[in-house]
């Protein structure tokens, strides 16, 4: 019997996602992308409330100064953006493509009740097409 081919969030979601709190610092979040090769991390409170979401492209200047001025980087909570998007595990993957064709994060915090339980990125949403196309 063939894999069936998920269509919805949570069966292609990342569940043991990297996330960082608002009192990181930007340099730790910078290797922590790097480290996990993300375009960015959610940023979560102490009971894993969604509060903010942090990219590359939001800490690259800071970093770039802070090295050159041989300054303290600066913290998550500096630079992060309040307002997310994010979805629902139980969000059909066509619908979340649909989304992504106008919206531009590369990576979407999955919430449910509330709190962080992962994230799902735009190639996994990409081959789960890909994957329902060929069942």
Known sequence: MANKAPTIVREIMSRDCYRVTNKTSVATLAQGLALHRLPGAPVV???DQLIGFISEQ???GK???SAYLNDE???VSDLMRHEVLSVSPTKSITDLA???LGNKPKVYPVVEQNRL???VTRRDVLD???RMRHR
């Open 45 to 47: 409170d102490g009971n």
């Open 58 to 60: 939001d800490v690259m």
């Open 63 to 65: 970093v770039l100064e």
């Open 73 to 75: 980087p600066p913290l």
């Open 98 to 100: 649909q989304e992504m």
């Open 117 to 119: 339980v992962g994230i």
């Open 128 to 130: 789960a097409i890909l």
